[in-house]
């Protein structure tokens, strides 16, 4: 993984726990909605619940 990719990473969970897009990340942000992927041309959501 290159720097730049570490930090599009990082960008990108901030981003998603943000929710209510004021900058910060705090219990007040309601939780995020569950991931969802498209696999093999077919809509699934994410089994992963560690999160």
Do not use: C
């Amino acid at each position: 993984m290159t720097f730049a990719e570490y930090q599009l990473s990082g960008h990108r969970s901030f981003t998603r726990w943000d929710t209510d897009k004021d900058g910060i990340v705090n219990n007040l942000d309601p939780a995020p909605k569950k991931n969802e992927y498209v696999s093999n041309n077919k809509t699934a959501k994410s089994s992963n619940t560690n999160y």
